[in-house]
T-cell receptor, first 111, second 113 residues
Framework: GQSLEQPSEVTAVEGAIVQINCTYQTSGFYGLSWYQQHDGGAPTFLSYNALDGLEETGRFSSFLSRSDSYGYLLLQELQMKDSASYFCAVRAYNQGGKLIFGQGTELSVKP | GAGVSQTPSNKVTEKGKYVELRCDPISGHTALYWYRQSLGQGPEFLIYFQGTGAADDSGLPNDRFFAVRPEGSVSTLKIQRTERGDSAVYLC???????????FGPGTRLLVL
């Protein structure tokens, strides 16, 4: 089976940098995705790593290391509007389009 | 362009009743997915369609749950004899094909009393 582990909560201050980790146990997957979800809102796609290494999209970066079974989302220059839940997800081999999500990390950005 | 839309946004029903939840995917997206999300949890897969056919329904919890996509666009998730444990947010997503990014709708919040 597959499982993804994330910290349940992270707190940081405005302007800071925060890293949200995702460790996984899976036999094989196509890539690691990250989604943001504000309270009562839809999960919104942020980033995707198909290969090992760093992907940068504006203030957000995502990293994957398949050899370490580990990835992370890095948020820079934090803003209050970044307060949300963040989910990592994978699409496993031989499971078609099904996404498997972590439990999510609730990020609180303080002034 | 328009994103994924879901109706109703909220549904309150009584235990034992039948409900239908609707999803309108992004135009041109061939793959459509249903997930269920409980408070404080990540979305859990229910079923996905490739075109009109259900490609994987392994996440449906039991035979009270059924979904259709008769014309390969709009999908309806049907829940019979609802139970209090069915209360959750039901999310729909679509993608151009199964390899591409999934885009989610705002969800239907189902409350079974």
């Amino acid at each position: 089976g597959q499982s993804l582990e994330q910290p349940s909560e992270v707190t940081a201050v405005e302007g800071a940098i925060v890293q949200i980790n995702c460790t996984y146990q899976t036999s094989g997957f196509y890539g690691l995705s990250w989604y943001q979800q504000h309270d009562g809102g839809a999960p919104t796609f942020l980033s995707y790593n198909a290969l090992d290494g760093l992907e940068e999209t504006g203030r957000f970066s995502s990293f994957l290391s398949r050899s370490d079974s580990y990835g992370y989302l890095l948020l820079q220059e934090l803003q209050m509007k970044d307060s949300a839940s963040y989910f990592c997800a994978v699409r496993a081999y031989n499971q078609g389009g099904k996404l498997i999500f972590g439990q999510g990390t609730e990020l609180s950005v303080k002034p | 362009g328009a994103g994924v839309s879901q109706t109703p946004s909220n549904k309150v029903t009584e235990k034992g009743k039948y409900v239908e939840l609707r999803c309108d995917p992004i135009s041109g997206h061939t793959a459509l997915y249903w997930y269920r999300q409980s408070l404080g949890q990540g979305p859990e897969f229910l079923i996905y369609f490739q075109g009109t056919g259900a490609a994987d329904d392994s996440g449906l919890p039991n035979d009270r749950f059924f979904a259709v996509r008769p014309e390969g666009s709009v999908s309806t998730l049907k829940i019979q004899r609802t139970e209090r444990g069915d209360s959750a947010v039901y999310l729909c997503a679509s993608s151009l094909n199964v390899q591409e990014t999934q885009y989610f709708g705002p969800g239907t919040r189902l409350l079974v009393l």
